[in-house]
T-cell receptor
Framework: AQTVTQSQPEMSVQEAETVTLSCTYDTSESDYYLFWYKQPPSRQMILVIRQEAYKQQNATENRFSVNFQKAAKSFSLKISDSQLGDAAMYFCALTGTASKLTFGTGTRLQVTL | DTGVSQDPRHKITKRGQNVTFRCDPISEHNRLYWYRQTLGQGPEFLTYFQNEAQLEKSRLLSDRFSAERPKGSFSTLEIQRTEQGDSAMYLC?????????????FGQGTRLTVV
């Protein structure tokens, strides 16, 4: 079985500042992918960033980057230069060979002026 | 193709009634997934198809739930004899498997309220 744990139900960041969202996971598979999805209020879930477990280099997408610690089974998301549009629920997710996603419970990110 | 679309967006039904939701995936995607999301929780896997074959069903999918994907295109999710506990957002996602493409694209969901 796969599990994903997000221990921060809510986070707040000031505009232009940096915030880090935490995620830990567990899986018995050796080949897997990790994702961060963003779900704005009443809008569809969109992919923010993905990481292949076999890659040691941390993924980066513009202002979004991850800190992937495979041995610790940790996968945190760093958002730099936070913008008002970053306010949303963020879900950490894991998939293995079956390609079905296992999600965490989410972190609600507030961005303040 | 503008992405994954779901219909209806909202559904209110009385307990005991049957409901059916539709999902149209991205056209070239061969995998289609159904998830259920309750308030304050992350989506939970229900079932998935590869083309027209239903490959896996979660234990969450009771006998009252049935999903189909005829001809490997759109999919329907039917809930029979709805219960208040079925109230949730039902999400559909699709992906292209085989090119390292394990990224899933989600629709906007169907919000079901059972009264």
């Amino acid at each position: 079985a796969q599990t994903v744990t997000q221990s921060q139900p809510e986070m707040s960041v000031q505009e232009a500042e940096t915030v880090t969202l935490s995620c830990t996971y567990d899986t018995s598979e050796s080949d897997y992918y990790l994702f961060w999805y963003k779900q704005p209020p009443s809008r569809q879930m969109i992919l923010v960033i993905r990481q292949e477990a076999y890659k040691q280099q941390n993924a980066t997408e513009n202002r979004f980057s991850v800190n992937f610690q495979k041995a610790a089974k940790s996968f945190s998301l760093k958002i730099s230069d936070s913008q008002l549009g970053d306010a949303a629920m963020y879900f950490c997710a894991l998939t293995g060979t079956a390609s079905k996603l296992t999600f965490g419970t989410g972190t609600r990110l507030q961005v303040t002026l | 193709d503008t992405g994954v679309s779901q219909d209806p967006r909202h559904k209110i039904t009385k307990r005991g009634q049957n409901v059916t939701f539709r999902c149209d995936p991205i056209s070239e995607h061969n995998r289609l997934y159904w998830y259920r999301q309750t308030l304050g929780q992350g989506p939970e896997f229900l079932t998935y198809f590869q083309n027209e074959a239903q490959l896996e069903k979660s234990r969450l999918l009771s006998d009252r739930f049935s999903a189909e994907r005829p001809k490997g295109s759109f999919s329907t999710l039917e809930i029979q004899r709805t219960e208040q506990g079925d109230s949730a957002m039902y999400l559909c996602a699709s992906s292209l498997v085989g090119l390292g493409g394990t990224e899933a694209f989600f629709g906007q969901g169907t919000r079901l309220t059972v009264v």
